[in-house]
């Protein structure tokens, strides 16, 4: 047990840091919308070798190693949660490929790159270029929660990562014992016979626990509290069991252990995955900061040109290489390949084992293996800051990343949805209405709203909505039992500050009202469905208001006495107001209320009144573009040319009439569009601005 040293922390001190800083590192990356592991690695970095105040070696002593290996099991574990077949869909040739073809392949030249550009010897060369093959799930899964990937690269990317990372510690444990075999002139025989058997030791044990496991939970012998610590429990015994049989194939038990348990359709399966995601979420943090701390700077003096020229064609030829032979010939889009080719960061995974390789190579009198984790720290922190800060923008580039645009879905059917849905596309937010009941959506598809028919807690809806295009939630169906089973289902996932739900009835009873933790949050003024209907019904409007200098908050409160103000749009988000909560305006800032009829009707007759307006401007324009051809204007009148405007100028006033009186730039309103902007009760246009928005597509 390591003892405090001079100048150093006692264990207990250098574990609370640990936590603090790697979780406050995640905290501030989530705050500034930076990539979560650059801002890990420079927290490390910061602690360690910059400023010396924790040392990993000199205040844990020998329990990092041991630490390291148990947390990159666990997080390979909740990886392999990840991987449901059936979430699989149209991905599952590619992901068959970057396995099958992509493994081989990227051993192969990476094992090429490191002999002839960095200049390493063969036995160095395979074993760091077996390990290379793994791409990192450690970083990838915060990436892609960073980019907003749709589904089928986000996908192949993140199987990719889980399976190649088992997948790549056991080719570098076949290329240690080929190392060994002429190191210590072993017998082939006997070198096969100890890999070949420590692997399906492994596969074995992690088939069986996981089988266990599965028939345990679904005999109820094991109770609801303790499933968890059980798991956690067996992870780490299958993996030390393995672990002793063959150094590194514990990683291939646990993650055998985890698709297994994935693909078992446990009805406790959503639980213990949210708690092993965010113990993995923990463990993370820690890793990375024990693994950044740890550097000796020292150690990165043994790397020379050749290593950045290595680094370089790892980006830039091996891994795009491997990717676009590998799927080749597959139905996957070229921009696709194109994202999957130039993403291939590398994380926890290649330095732990990299290091401990490293070390292994050297003590067998192959002398270069102890560049082995110099080499591999700074291709991570290449690719991770390269990919932390480059994958949003390719995937934008590329039309693979829903990008800043403020998504929200509306579940359930109605002219209230279609209204609210009309009225914040017209404010540039992304919104998709759903319900299990097509004649729900009729009405949202007579206005252009995009829809999904169907249920949105369903397996079909995981593959037929790309659900990371979207932030935020509203259960606003005719349902108040549904509405709050979706908004405590999808909390977890969007976070419970994204969860909104209009109010049940009688929920201000106390018969009826429900523990915090079940349902969304209140929209403003408290309403039920019905009673937005009612409203609709009576003569109710949706508008949106944009904020500027000159139109304030209270401007706007002044022209729309007795408004809701339901949602806000702003710097690319979009969140409702809540209940009896008091508005501050911001220039810019976008507000989605409800008018009452006497307000809507004024506006119509404004809108009326500009509608003349602008056919008025189109006739002078029309007539003097006419009279400018015959070399004269309205019939050979003279006119003072004063008096009306050329054009150049006619063609713009009468484009810029109703942009002049939209409401969203102040008080003044337009008029009626081809489609219509306001939903009443029957959910159909009867006049205003607020549905003028583009056409979308309808996933069904």
């Known amino acids: ?108 030249l990476s094992s090429l790159a490191l002999a002839y550009i960095a200049g390493l010897s063969w036995q160095a060369a395979i074993v760091f270029g077996g390990v290379m093959i793994v791409t990192g799930p450690t970083v990838i899964a915060p990436l892609l929660r960073t980019a907003k990937l749709f589904n089928r690269p986000a996908q192949l990317l993140q199987w990719e990562g889980i399976v190649n990372d088992a997948v790549g510690a056991l080719v570098a444990v076949l290329a240690v014992e080929v190392v060994l075999v002429r190191q210590q ?55 030390a069991l393995s672990d002793a049989r063959l150094h590194e194939s514990g990683l291939l038990a646990v993650t055998v252990m985890g698709l297994i348990i994935a693909n078992a359709n446990l009805p406790s399966y959503t639980e213990i995955y949210r708690f092993k995601e965010q113990a993995t979420t923990l463990l993370l943090s820690g890793v990375f900061i024990l693994l950044a701390a740890g550097v000796n700077l020292e150690m990165l003096e043994m790397l020379n040109w050749r290593s950045v020229l290595f680094i370089l064609s790892v980006i830039l030829l091996v891994r795009p290489a491997t990717v676009l032979i590998s799927l080749a010939g597959t139905p996957i889009p070229w921009k696709e390949r194109l994202l999957v080719a130039f993403t291939g960061p590398r994380g926890v995974v290649l330095l732990a084992i990299s290091g401990l390789f490293g070390e292994r190579l ?107 295009t979207y932030s935020t939630i509203l259960a606003a169906s005719d349902n108040d039992a549904y509405n709050t089973l979706v908004a405590t289902d999808l909390a977890p996932e969007f976070g419970r500050d994204a969860i909104w739900q209009v109010s049940r009835a009688k929920e201000d009873r106390a018969r009826h009202s429900l523990p915090s933790q079940l349902g969304g949050k209140a929209i403003n003024g408290g309403r039920t469905l019905a009673q937005y209907l009612e409203l609709l019904a009576d ?49 810019g800032m976008r507000i989605i209320s409800l008018i009452p009829p006497e307000i809507a009707e004024q506006i119509r007759r404004e809108s ?72 009443g009760g029957s959910g159909q246009p009867d006049g205003g601005d607020a549905a003028d928005a583009p056409a979308k597509d309808k996933p069904e």
């Not at 000199?58 to 991987?83: K, N, Q, W, Y």
């Not at 991570?380 to 645009?405: C, D, N, R, W």
């Open 1 to 108: 047990m390591a003892t405090e040293s001079a100048g150093g922390l006692n264990p207990v001190e250098a574990f609370a840091l640990v936590g603090v800083v790697g979780v406050g590192a995640q905290w501030l990356a989530w705050r500034f919308r930076l990539p979560g592991i650059v801002v890990m690695l420079a927290a490390g970095l910061i602690l360690g070798p910059v400023t010396g105040i924790f040392i990993p070696s000199r205040d844990i002593g020998d329990l990092v190693g041991p630490m390291i290996s148990l947390a990159v099991a666990v997080i390979l574990f909740e990886g392999g949660l990840t991987l449901n077949f059936k979430q699989l869909a149209d991905a599952a040739p590619g992901v068959r490929r970057l396995v099958v073809i992509g493994a081989p392949v990227g051993w192969f």
């Open 185 to 239: 002139e072993l017998r082939a025989g006997e070198a096969i016979w100890i890999f070949g058997s420590g692997i399906a030791f492994a596969a074995l044990v992690g088939f069986g626990a996981a089988l266990g496991i599965v028939r345990a939970f679904r005999r109820s012998l094991v109770p609801e509290y303790m499933k968890v610590p059980l798991l956690f429990v067996v992870v780490i015994a299958v993996f």
């Open 362 to 468: 050297v003590a067998e009198g192959v002398a270069d293996g102890a560049v082995l984790q110099p080499l591999a720290f700074a291709l991570v922190l290449t690719t991770v800051i390269l990919h932390g800060f480059g994958l949003k923008p390719l995937a934008q580039k590329l039309g693979l990343s829903s990008g800043e645009t403020p998504g929200l879905i509306i579940v359930g059917g109605s002219a209230f949805s279609t209204g609210l849905a009309t009225a914040l596309i017209k404010a540039d937010v992304n919104v998709l209405v759903t319900d299990p009941n097509r004649g729900m959506l009729r009405s949202a598809r007579q206005a252009e709203v995009p829809t999904y028919y169907g249920d949105i807690l369903s397996e079909a809806a995981e593959h037929g909505v790309e659900f990371i």
């Open 539 to 587: 003569g109710w409007i949706f508008r949106t208001t944009r904020l500027t200098e000159e139109y304030t908050l209270e401007d706007w409160q002044a022209a729309r006495e007795g408004a809701i103000p339901l949602a806000i749009v702003e710097e690319n988000e979009v969140r409702f107001v809540g209940r009896d909560e008091k508005l501050t305006g911001r220039p």
């Open 608 to 679: 009326e009144e500009v509608a003349k307006e602008r056919e008025l401007a189109r006739e002078e324009a029309k007539a003097v573009r006419e009279g400018a051809g015959n070399g004269s204007r309205n019939g050979g009148e003279t006119r003072d040319p004063a008096d009306r405007p050329d054009d150049e100028v006619a063609a713009k006033d009468a484009s810029d009439a109703p942009e002049q009186a939209d409401a969203e730039d102040g008080p003044k309103q337009p008029d009626k569009d081809a489609k219509g902007a306001y939903y």
